[in-house]
């Protein structure tokens, strides 16, 4: 047996994610080796700054703890845990307007008013809970995920820093004074630009409140997403000792990104995962904004001009050109009739990503009927509209008229 086959299939058979991260780790251990020797300095608090000595030992050393495991899967499995221990306390979490009330009330003591405005705005008041790292008091800035890994949360105070969240709800989070803990950061960036998924964690801030004549600890969190990181990852030797840049964002946002990284582990290797298609995007190109508009016509000439070709075999996949724009027609995966009959998908059911232009012969005897595993497979091939949206938004939209 030729190796080069052995070797295709042994892949093959690796799940996509372990398949992603097998390469993420070779990168990143090459990107690694720029930083040299050398004293970094590190603001802390205010204006004042703290040296910390780099050197190449001690990021070996921060690298074994950050990403060293038995096999690929269990840094994997490690992954895996992480942001399955992250996902119950999404839905605790506020949103990002009221964590934004709560942030600039800047006081650490909560009145009744204080309290009635975050809650107003969206925001929830958590108790202290000493069973749960996120809701108890520490004073570590930082909290880390299983196995000290990856960053889990952190938690932010006035006088913090950076103290400012401007209005789209970014925020620079202070850097680690060990290096370990900066080489964190950037292996997180660096996971969230290879894997093109948004690396989400959790902003904690604590408030103390009287209740029943008593102190109590109340606690508010939102979601974040690291953001604006290829600056960061072009030389880590510049970086190294760089802050965290945030975005605060809706709990949604951060649960359909949870639930990407599960399927990316997923064993059915002959179905790509898809991130999911911006709110905008999927709502200008619904089908009730494409059906009979300009807009459609624009997709219809734009698959014309691409040599694209119907993934129905009645008509044996014939090609858009040979057809009037007329006889082109927008089909559903998951069938109009299917979702009124069962409506929990009833606002997903003109959704971009459930919809592939057909020829009109073969929409119509496809009925309300699911496309048979052929033509899923062909539908797969040619593409969804939304997959046709994330390739090639730009093309589609000058196609000339
Ligand atoms: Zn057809």
Known sequence: MEIGWVIRHLEDSMKHLDKELTSCLFEFRGKVNEIQNGNRLVPTSGSESEVVDVTKSKVTTALNLLTKHKSIK??????????????????????????????????????????????NDGGQLIPVNDNSRLLSCEQQGVVLGPHKK???????????????????????????????????????????????????????????????????????????????????????????????????????????????????????????????????????????????????????????KNSKNCPGARCNHILFRELKLSDIAFGHIVSQNWTSAFTFMLDKVHHPDNLYLTCKTCNSSLSNNFPDPELRKEIVKEGTIGDWLRLYENSIRNIEK
């Open 74 to 119: 269990d840094l994997s499995d490690s992954f895996q845990l992480h942001f399955n221990e992250l996902a119950p306390s999404l839905v605790l979490c506020s949103s990002p307007r009221g964590f934004r009330t709560a942030w600039g009330l800047r006081s650490k003591t909560l009145s009744v008013q204080d309290a009635e405005a975050i809650t």
């Open 150 to 304: 990856l960053v889990l949360a952190v938690r932010h105070s006035e006088g913090n820093y950076d103290d400012s969240l401007d209005e789209l709800g970014r925020f620079t989070y202070q850097p680690p004074r060990d290096v370990s803990g900066m080489l964190r950061y950037r292996w997180c960036q660096f996971l969230s630009k290879k894997l093109k998924i948004p690396f989400i964690l959790i902003v904690v801030m604590w408030f103390e409140y009287r209740l029943n004549d008593k102190m109590n600890q109340l606690f508010v969190m939102s979601p974040a997403k690291i953001i604006d990181f290829d600056d960061d990852l072009s030389n880590l030797n510049d970086s190294i000792h760089k802050p965290l840049k945030l975005q605060l964002i809706p709990r949604h946002e951060a649960i359909s990104t949870i639930n990407l990284i599960r399927s990316l582990n997923s064993e059915n290797i002959d179905i790509d995962v898809r991130a999911e298609l911006p709110d905008e995007l999927s709502r200008e190109w619904a089908y009730d904004k494409i059906n009979t508009s300009e807009k459609g016509k624009q997709l219809k000439r734009w698959a014309q």
